[in-house]
Nanobody
């Protein structure tokens, strides 16, 4: 079991920036994928970004060029730098860790690859 805890959410104006952090209880050979997801009120959860243990990243189209996912293996922490935020980015953001080796090297932004989830951190962007 991998425990993940998000932090860094808050309220910003449109065009602003936030950096989310995700601390994990263990970040070793047991984790193949780490990802960020978000869920806005009345909408389904969607994948935002993913990163594998070697640093290969993937993003959903709506955040490409604005969001950057990264990790610090020494600190067992993953980050999501969010720039040029828009009101439509408002959502609860969740960190997730995946321990299925099937996805190693090709971490998707889909729920199926992740089996450990955080409680979420709220991001609110005002216009």
């Amino acid at each position: 079991q991998v425990h993940v805890v998000e932090s860094g959410g808050g309220s910003v104006q449109s065009g602003g920036s936030l950096r989310l952090s995700c601390a994990t209880s263990v970040y070793t050979y047991s984790v193949y994928c780490m990802g960020w997801f978000r869920q806005a009120p009345g909408k389904e959860r969607e994948g935002v970004a993913a990163i594998d243990r070697d640093g290969k990243t993937s993003y959903t189209d709506s955040v490409k060029g604005r969001f950057t996912i990264s990790q610090d293996n020494a600190k067992n922490t993953m980050y999501l730098q969010m720039n040029s935020l828009k009101p439509e980015d408002t959502a609860m953001y969740y960190c997730a860790a995946g321990t299925n080796p099937y996805y190693n090297g090709a971490c998707p932004t889909r729920d199926i690859a992740y089996n450990n989830w955080g409680q979420g951190t709220q991001v609110t962007v005002s216009s």
